[in-house]
């Protein structure tokens, strides 16, 4: 068997994988799997803070809806599996990281029909962005791509994976996808929101609907900030206020340029900073029992 | 370490991952490898016959192409993978079946940036598509979708396998992918052809460009069957004389239904029944020496 080139000690060694508790170093799985042969899969990915999950049950939500979609059965009920994720932080022993769910089409004999899924959960360590880019805003490059299946959170990251090189080669952190009909749709691993005249403005048709996109939305709602939830075309985009991406590891993240064009004045916004202010203590508040 | 539910004794034991032969039942990947988690990976597949390997030059020309198109590269080169191919059909010492080569993103610490790649080949026994489906046709239904990265052989099958049951619902045995301008571009894991006046056309832009596709155009200008390389409306497909699947598996498979609708009279049309019955002979004759 090959061992991949992991740290010598991973901090979070014990991973659930079909039903059982192992050490990372095992968890494997055989060639004929489909997420291998046929990138058939789906998955969750949250933070835990306190020794608690934090939003569990949207993403628990989200996992067994994108399972729906796919049309998989998850082998365990939402109950055994948030019991999964409580088991994995009481076994690593570590009080804050990530947890992710990964659900695969299974060992398939032929190589395409769907059979009993592999279920597996991962606890990762928690490494944030780099700190600059909270303070200063990150830079994200436009590209044209439509994420297939848009409300399913499937394992296909080939394109956001793809571009790293050409992210590196422009200075940008993120890609931001645009649609045909130049609409901005998301980001690879996030969703975005823009600032105009004050109302906070974040698509809802044919995007992934995060979980931290969800709550930023209640948040404002609580600061008593206006929401829309509407298209957002690249012009209106480049002529925001203020614009911001979201997502579990980033929270509320600034976003100071668009393909080298500066966003409002080229620093993180009023808006933004009241957002990123509040979120910790509104996600802190929200962490499962 | 989980042993997934195959056969017994696979007809076909000794697999090649990363450098070495191995039993498959121990051929595994970690968990942290970016076709479990991300979808990226690419792959390919072709039959050998009488111990060798038919159009192989083509599979590899094509492998490494859809490696440089993903921005990966392959551990071994050009002429160590040739040698895997001629190992793998020596050690399982079966004169026929097919071949698949499988490349990944790698074991990645994060989950998310590229390392060295898992390069995977395997050896199958080669089940042919039913009898009756190159007899009477096969059925396929169209469904609009646009495969990403058309000329990339990824390792994304999401769509066709989540279509599976819709397919069966609908009586249908493959589906027909059509963009959204209404022009017919592949199947899930073929071309397709039509007959229309005598001349076979075929499209070109945004499809996977398949060896038997390939083939077939060569056969048929060997035949002395004018051929045309362009776009196909579903107009023009619903209309035309003659319909036909091509793949590694199937050859030149006759397409009898769309969505229910005859094409042609419904049967077999004699341009298929032609390179039906010439294509054995002409793969036959570039397996590889």
Known sequence: MFIPRLSAKPMFPIVFLNGKYLD????????????????????DYFRFMAGKPRFLADHLD?????A???????PIDREELAAVVHTLI????????????????GYSEN???PTAPNLLAVAYPFKPAPAEQFQAGCRVL???YERQLPRVKTTDYIEGIRLLPELKRRNADYPLYVDRDDQVRESDRSNFFI???GVLITPIDDILLGVTRKHLLRLAHELGIPTEERAVSKAELLAADEAILASSTKGAMPIAQINGQAIGDGNPGPMTHRLMEAWPAYGAALIAS
């Open 111 to 113: 190589g395409y029909q």
């Open 62 to 66: 989200r996992f067994y809806t994108s």
């Open 68 to 74: 729906e979609l796919m049309g998989m059965d998850c």
């Open 90 to 105: 009481d076994r690593n022993d570590v009080p804050a990281g990530g947890i992710r769910f990964v659900m695969t089409g």
């Open 24 to 43: 990372k170093s095992v968890a494997t799985l055989h060639v004929s799997d489909l997420s291998i042969l046929r990138g058939f899969g789906i998955f």
């Open 142 to 144: 436009l590209h044209q």
């Open 195 to 197: 600032v105009r005249d």
